[in-house]
């Protein structure tokens, strides 16, 4: 990734701390990768019926997590308000879709290895919060 | 938009009121698009230099609106809080862009519609919220 | 929607013919939507199972209509090559997803729906796609 | 990045090599991030006015590469033909992308960084189309 290469180019002031920035923006592409892919991988599974509220915690999260990266990887016309809720709605995709699935993680890798990538996203993204707050 | 029909397909219950539903999401839709085409009518405007927040703020929304429109899609396994706190970060995006386009409504068309599509956006955002909480 | 007030207040010339654009921008949201609402409503069916390959072209033509939407609301430093392979790959997830929605549309009403979307959506990018060749 | 490691969790099949796969889908997180940074640092360049062109042309690069990134990352109902499409679509929008940025690349350092990894990601789905083809 190149994240914190390029904080590093911004030709102007940056108001978050850098490295708490980009550790937040890398966990946030890479959780919004790894629940796209685990909820094609719970598709798949012989017991999809099961995992139907896994798959739709995932398509959710994917889809926070890039908006939210997105976000951060702009520094023109900062708004922390506008920071601060965006991670915090984030923060609750992470969370819901950790949780569901860790249920699932000693039956499916897939779900293991995602909810590793939902809480360090949520970490990542709880301490970017905390130094703005 | 094909919003309100889809909801009336939907096989299973929704927890939220189908009218206000539909009509947020294509608040939503209709919002990022405008957004999206603010920010790349600005950016050909003679004074871009004096838009660059207005640019930014139009992507954030364009970006907030688009992920808020699809987490209401979906309806399986339905998580209060996610809704709500997505419903929050998305009208705090739409408040600051539909600020920042009414301040150049006066001279730029674009920038009025937007606004105006923003603060629709807001409202009918805020009445599903009102619903829930 | 907005699409074609704004288009009209793009402050410099568009190449592409204004209507077959908004046309084609609009079907293109509505598409995004119905897809990302039927792949949500496929999942919430009983035979979910018998439909993993539906929901994953909902899904792919939801990114494409979404992301090709976007590149067709710029007209700043508009370039035909770019827009003519969007275009392309666009109807290629349209085609795609309405040709499987289609085969449920008789037992699933959203499948019926969102075919609709879908040829629609295949033929205002097809139309605006012969404009530019 | 948990690319790879999602990749073998997969729970069926997949049709294309693994190895070429996750760097694709790399490659396109990683340029969806630069591009989405590199406009915003170009929107706060005093010449921001002549870099009207590089702006439209990163954002449409962040649009294609996350939408090709997502679809990459399915695997279940694989359609070589849809694949296929959106990875020229996206090589065309890396390739534009990286000309435009590597004309400024000596006097934007983000510039420069940007064009490497339009560069990287044109090669790396240039590799897996040709693996399909």
């Known amino acids: 990734m190149k994240t914190a290469a390029m904080i590093q180019t911004y030709p102007a002031d940056i108001t978050l701390d850098r490295e708490l920035l980009a550790r937040a923006i890398d966990a946030l592409i890479t959780c919004s990768q790894a629940c796209t892919a685990c909820a094609d991988a719970c598709l798949s599974e ?40 965006h991670l915090e709605a984030c923060i609750a995709a992470c969370r819901a879709c950790g949780d569901q699935c860790e249920q699932h993680a000693g039956m499916h890798e897939h779900c293991r290895v995602c909810a590793e990538a939902c809480r360090s996203c949520e970490e990542a993204c709880g301490e970017l919060l905390t130094s703005i707050a």
Chains 1, 2, 3, 4 share one sequence.
Request: proline content about 0%; aromatic content about 2%; some cysteine.
């Open 46 to 85: 012989e017991m999809v019926a099961d995992l139907r509220t896994c798959i739709r915690t995932n398509l959710d999260c994917a889809d926070s997590c890039g908006a939210t990266a997105r976000i951060l990887s702009r520094h023109t016309g900062y708004d922390a308000d506008l920071t601060r809720a």
